[in-house]
């Protein structure tokens, strides 16, 4: 091997904050060349898909709502990340927490009163912690590796919704279809920007991304989830328990996803339908990633990664992009950034055939 | 690909519709926009691409009097809203939401956009802008049928399903009764996955069903996955749903129910235009031409295809109607009586299976 790359002693702190603004230019400018290689209209998709969104005042109140989520999911995950705990099955706890609000919308159906949407949030925190708490305890006490168990859960959550809206929560005005009804008035998430569909979602994922920040840069807990993912062996000579921090990285990360999950039902969808997995959870991924881990920094690749679904659209309609498209995009964001990553990180250095072992 | 080939269609139709400019009245107008969207890919080769034919069938019979744009892949959720809106502020002025699913929000921004008419398929929920359409697929299923009941060895067939709706179970019972009318010990056996076209899911699916001894495999979603499997595996056959599939299995295809949507978009948007556009609620088949029976495959002997053909034929000059009494539920009781047809009421909510249909898990 010609080439080997060398850990760098400090990398630039400028780097690590640059690398995402880069990622996307990077992803833009290759995007257009690419698209316009295979017959498209290049420049054209990369305005439709990353410039439209934000240009066009009427597609705000879909990036709010894109963004929310992705926001929310994503900094539950940069919190875990950081503690070095991987939790890849935030779509399976953002299910449960669906399911779980799901479940107090259809037991209060009957009812009013201003209770029922908090009761439904609360249910969609502990759906989403508890969901979570399963890969936590195997891993705490089997060494099961999280990553796996987490992702999947997913899929064995996804077959419970399939089996509650067929049987025991089956719309009986659905003619078959299998969903829930319609939620009553008092489950459905407000809207808080009248005419628009700007719901209580949107402001609920700011608040949780700067109440993050906070903790985590000014509590003794993010203290811990730091010290115990940049340093393992310190952190437990410092007395920091390493169990402890992977149950709250899980359960945090849970809740959070748990949380998206019931403000997802009860906002855009104000029922459960078998589409109700929409790989929010998979994408948060890539968003607490180019979000530098930094919950801050979430809340702005939350709304990049909403860009480029509600771009995407726009590209299908305005100049026949293919809906492909707009994966493709995610991904070069994603892989540039890893890229990008690896090169503030580490440097490339020429190896003497001598000296190369293998 | 897409826009060099919507491109080419527009110029050519254009040229086709020069003599016609002399009427004028083509010219001057606005042209019409109409918006599509599909649950999948116009590439699956079945369901999403015969709406998309029918989409550029109406370019090519209108030309320059209209102007259409197609979203696919939209999710059937909130996501769909968010297409329909951004359609509907595009200017389009007729919209097609092609899936079941997409009925909830398709009511919903159908209010925010009054002077927008909307028609959306195989769905139940009407409002003054918005229209219904469907097609008798289970016309076609019965002629499958015909076909599966002569040349099912074991007599059993699978049927991969989507979601149990009413339009699906209609279609399994169509098939079975068909099949029933030859081999009256013809048995099938449905299994939903819960999705319009996943061809992983739906491959595993086939696979699944030929390891328990069935084979002949039909299905109500959207791509060839599952025929790829049958050809791959060397069972008796399958059938194309939306479109021929015999592309992907040239030796397995018995036949295709070909869904043929032009004709209805064409009658929409000349309808607009005009404005003499009312909330519709179609429903035609085989006689219309909305349902058409593919070529038949080499397995499909004389005989069987005179069948199969009678089958057809018959439904079409309204001889036959598959839901003629006596017709038994799968518990063994009697639900229609002899020589009653089932009404189109009863048949859009029908939520029981006939005889000979093993109950879904």
Same mark, same amino acid.
């Given at each position: 091997m010609?080439f080997?790359l060398?850990k760098r002693q400090?990398p =630039?702190?400028?780097?690590?904050y640059?690398t995402?603004?880069?990622a996307?230019l990077?992803?833009?400018?290759?995007?257009?060349?690419?698209f316009?290689? &295979?017959?498209y209209?290049g420049?054209?998709a990369?305005?439709? &898909?990353?410039?439209t969104?934000?240009?066009n005042?009427? *597609?705000?109140?879909d990036l709010g709502v *894109?963004?929310?989520p992705? $926001?929310i999911i994503?900094?539950?995950?940069?919190?875990?990340?950081?503690?070095?705990?991987w939790?890849?099955?935030?779509e399976?706890q953002y299910v449960?927490g669906g399911l779980?609000g799901t479940?107090?919308?259809l037991?209060?159906y009957?009812m009013t009163?201003?209770?029922?949407?908090?009761?439904m &949030?609360?249910a969609?925190?502990?759906?989403g912690a508890?969901?979570?708490?399963?890969?936590?305890?195997?891993k705490v006490?089997?060494?099961v590796?999280?990553?796996?168990? =987490?992702l999947?859960?997913?899929?064995?959550?996804v077959?419970l919704?399939y089996y509650?809206?067929?049987l025991p929560?089956?719309?009986?005005?659905? %003619?078959?279809?299998?969903?829930?009804r319609?939620?009553?008035?008092a489950?459905?998430?407000?809207?808080? $920007?009248?005419?628009?569909? !700007?719901?209580?979602g949107?402001?609920i994922a700011i608040?949780?991304?700067?109440?993050?920040?906070f903790i985590? =840069?000014?509590?003794v807990f993010g203290?811990? %989830? *730091?010290? !115990?993912g940049?340093a393992p062996h310190?952190a437990?000579?410092?007395?920091? =328990?390493?169990n402890?921090?992977?149950?709250l990285?899980?359960?945090v990360?849970?809740?959070?996803?748990?949380l998206?999950?019931v403000l997802e039902?009860a906002?855009p969808?104000?029922r459960m339908?078998?589409?109700f997995?929409?790989n929010?959870g998979?994408t948060?991924?890539?968003?607490?990633f180019?979000?530098r881990l930094?919950?801050?920094?979430v809340?702005?690749a939350g709304i990049?990664?909403?860009i480029?679904?509600?771009g995407?659209?726009?590209?299908?309609t305005t100049?026949?992009?293919?809906n492909?498209a707009?994966? &493709?995009?995610?991904?070069m964001?994603?892989f540039f950034?890893l890229?990008g990553d690896?090169l503030?990180?580490?440097?490339?250095?020429r190896?003497?055939?001598?000296?190369?072992?293998a | 690909?897409t826009?060099?080939?919507?491109?080419i269609?527009k110029?050519g139709?254009?040229?086709?519709?020069?003599?016609?400019?002399g009427?004028?009245?083509?010219a001057?107008a606005e042209?019409?926009?109409?918006g599509f969207?599909y649950?999948?890919s116009i /590439?699956?080769?079945g369901?999403n691409?015969?709406?998309?034919q029918g989409r550029?069938?109406v370019?090519e019979?209108l030309?320059?009097?209209?102007?259409?744009?197609?979203?696919?892949?939209?999710?059937? @959720?909130?996501d769909?809203?968010?297409?329909l809106?951004?359609l509907?502020?595009?200017?389009?002025?007729?919209i097609?939401?092609t899936?079941?699913g997409f009925?909830?929000s398709?009511i919903?921004?159908a209010?925010?956009f009054?002077?927008?008419?909307?028609e959306?398929?195989?769905?139940?929920?009407?409002a003054p /802008?918005?229209?219904l359409?469907?097609?008798?697929f289970y016309?076609?299923r019965?002629?499958c049928?015909?076909?599966?009941?002569?040349?099912?060895?074991?007599?059993?067939a699978?049927y991969?399903g989507?979601f149990?709706?009413?339009e699906v179970v209609m279609g399994?019972?169509?098939?079975v009764?068909?099949a029933?009318q030859?081999?009256?010990?013809?048995t099938i056996k449905?299994?939903?996955?819960s999705?319009?076209n996943d061809?992983a899911?739906?491959a595993d699916?086939a696979?699944?069903m030929?390891d328990?001894g069935?084979?002949?495999?039909?299905?109500h979603? +959207?791509g060839p996955?599952?025929l790829?499997?049958?050809?791959?595996?060397?069972i008796?056959?399958g059938?194309g749903?939306?479109?021929d599939m015999?592309?992907?299995?040239?030796? #397995?295809?018995l036949?295709s129910?070909?869904?043929?949507?032009?004709?209805h978009?064409?009658?929409?948007?000349k309808?607009?235009i005009?404005? #003499?556009?009312t909330? @519709?609620d179609?429903w035609?088949?085989?006689?219309e031409?909305?349902?058409?029976?593919?070529?038949y495959?080499p397995?499909?002997?004389e005989?069987?295809?005179a069948a199969a053909e009678a089958m057809r034929? @018959?439904q079409i +000059?309204?001889?036959?109607?598959?839901?003629t009494g006596?017709?038994k539920?799968?518990t063994?009781t009697?639900r229609?009586a002899?020589?009653?047809t089932?009404t +189109?009421?009863?048949?859009l909510?029908?939520?029981w299976?006939?005889?000979?249909?093993?109950?879904p898990?």
């Open positions: 010609p080997r060398e400090e =630039s702190r400028f780097m690590v640059a995402p603004v880069a996307v990077l992803t833009m400018i290759v995007g257009a060349i690419i316009t290689l &295979i017959g209209n420049i054209g990369v305005r439709e &898909i990353f410039l969104p934000l240009t005042s009427y *597609k705000w109140q *894109k963004a929310a992705l $926001i994503g900094v539950g995950l940069s919190i875990a990340y950081r503690a070095n705990v939790n890849i099955g935030a399976g449960m779980a479940w107090v919308a037991a209060t009957n009163g201003p209770w029922i949407l908090p009761a &949030i609360l969609g925190v502990l759906g508890l969901y979570a708490a399963i890969p936590a305890f195997f006490r089997f060494n590796n999280e990553i796996l168990t =987490s999947m859960l997913t899929y064995a959550s077959q919704i509650l809206i067929r929560w089956k719309d009986p005005m659905g %003619m078959g279809f299998p969903q829930t319609l939620f009553a008035e489950a459905r998430l407000p809207t808080i $920007i009248p005419g628009t569909i !700007v719901h209580l949107v402001p608040l949780v991304a700067v109440l993050a920040w985590m =840069s000014r509590s203290y811990q %989830m *730091k010290v !115990v940049a310190a437990r000579y410092g007395g920091f =328990s390493e402890k921090t992977i149950w990285a899980m359960l990360s849970g809740a959070l996803a748990g998206a999950g039902v906002g969808f104000q339908v078998p589409g997995p929409t929010y998979f948060a991924i890539i968003v607490a180019l979000g930094n919950p801050l920094g809340i702005f990049v990664m909403a480029t679904f509600v995407g659209e726009v590209a299908q100049i026949g992009l293919p492909a707009t994966g &493709i995009f995610q991904a964001v994603l950034l890229a690896i503030v990180r580490y440097r490339i250095r190896v003497q055939a001598a000296v190369g072992t | 690909m826009l060099s080939r919507r491109t269609l110029t139709a254009a040229a086709a519709a020069l003599p016609l400019l009427s004028k009245a083509f001057q042209p019409l926009k109409i969207i649950v999948g /590439n699956d080769n369901y691409y015969a709406h998309n550029i069938y370019e019979q030309g320059d009097a209209v102007e259409t744009t197609y979203v696919e892949n939209v999710p059937e @959720g909130p769909c809203e968010r297409v809106r951004e509907a502020q595009q200017g389009n002025k007729l097609f939401a899936s079941f009925g909830d398709v919903k921004v209010q925010q009054p002077d927008v008419k909307f959306h398929a195989t769905g139940y929920q009407k /802008n918005v229209g359409y469907n097609a008798r016309e076609g019965a002629v049928g015909v076909v599966a009941g002569h040349l099912s060895k074991t007599g059993k699978g991969i989507s149990p709706i009413p399994i019972n169509a098939f009764l068909a029933r030859v081999n009256p010990e013809f449905p299994v939903y996955i999705t319009w061809p899911k739906e699916a696979r699944a030929i328990q069935l084979d002949v495999i039909a299905q979603t +959207d996955a599952a790829q499997v049958a050809q791959e595996r060397g008796v056959g059938f749903q939306g479109a015999s592309a992907f299995a040239p030796e #397995t295809q036949t129910i070909i869904d043929n949507w032009g004709p978009y064409l009658a929409s948007a309808a607009v005009d404005g #003499t556009w909330p @519709g179609t035609e088949g085989l006689k031409d909305v349902v058409q029976i593919g070529p495959g397995k499909v002997t005989e069987v295809k034929t @018959g +000059d309204g001889s036959v109607h598959i839901f006596p017709i539920d799968n063994g009697e229609v002899a020589g009653v089932m +189109d009421a009863e048949l909510s029908m939520d299976y006939v005889e000979g249909v093993e109950q898990a």
